[in-house]
T-cell receptor, first 117, second 109 residues
Framework: EPEVTQTPSHQVTQMGQEVILRCVPISNHLYFYWYRQILGQKVEFLVSFYNNEISEKSEIFDDQFSVERPDGSNFTLKIRSTKLEDSAMYFC???????????????FGEGSRLTVL | QKEVEQDPGPLSVPEGAIVSLNCTYSNSAFQYFMWYRQYSRKGPELLMYTYSSGNKEDGRFTAQVDKSSKYISLFIRDSQPSDSATYLCAIQGAQKLVFGQGTRLTINP
């Protein structure tokens, strides 16, 4: 069964360092997403990406964050200068459809845990 | 007012019990309502979705939406230990899902 894969599973970094989280979405999916979940809190939307462009982003997704699809398979989230409050589980997701046509069936990866010291 | 509110629990019931999980939402424009299940150290997986008001049944699971009161429910019949997980309600926006806090459910053998 196709699945979304994420690397690394856990990354520990120092405050101020750059971090890149990587995702390989399901191959025939067209819409890609990053969500995050701070320990004990809700899963929160960060950004959606379609046709090599950001289609929507939340207020969390400020100038410190960027996304890229550098090739036909990877989808990355970069945090330029990490802060303590960036510590969270980051989930990549993909879907075949989006918006009103989507039944909400996003396929999530297992997450990348980021710890900022 | 939060977009989606869900009692985080935890909720612990004996095997075989009927479980009721609930969420409220604030924006009446939402049309798609989902329940995701999240096992420990895994990503959320879609359990069921419902469009507009009404019920939807899938095996032991029933999802219910009452748009007049902005209330969504998930019922689990004949609950099993393997149903132990965190259950997240979610509302489908244009390009994103808005999740509730999640209810941690434990089914005791």
């Amino acid at each position: 069964e196709p699945e979304v894969t994420q690397t690394p599973s856990h990354q520990v970094t120092q405050m101020g360092q750059e971090v890149i989280l990587r995702c390989v979405p399901i191959s025939n999916h067209l819409y890609f997403y990053w969500y995050r979940q701070i320990l004990g809190q809700k899963v929160e939307f960060l950004v959606s990406f379609y046709n090599n462009e950001i289609s929507e982003k939340s207020e969390i997704f400020d100038d410190q964050f960027s996304v890229e699809r550098p090739d036909g398979s990877n989808f990355t989230l970069k945090i330029r200068s990490t802060k303590l409050e960036d510590s969270a589980m980051y989930f990549c997701a993909s879907s075949r459809l989006a918006g009103a046509a989507n039944t909400g069936e996003l396929f999530f990866g297992e997450g990348s845990r980021l710890t900022v010291l | 007012q939060k977009e989606v509110e869900q009692d985080p629990g935890p909720l612990s019931v004996p095997e075989g019990a009927i479980v009721s999980l609930n969420c409220t939402y604030s924006n009446s424009a939402f049309q798609y309502f989902m329940w995701y299940r999240q096992y420990s150290r895994k990503g959320p997986e879609l359990l069921m979705y419902t469009y507009s008001s009404g019920n939807k049944e899938d095996g032991r699971f029933t999802a219910q939406v009452d748009k007049s009161s902005k209330y969504i429910s998930l019922f689990i019949r004949d609950s099993q230990p393997s149903d132990s997980a965190t259950y997240l309600c979610a509302i489908q926006g244009a390009q994103k899902l808005v999740f509730g806090q999640g209810t941690r459910l434990t089914i005791n053998p």
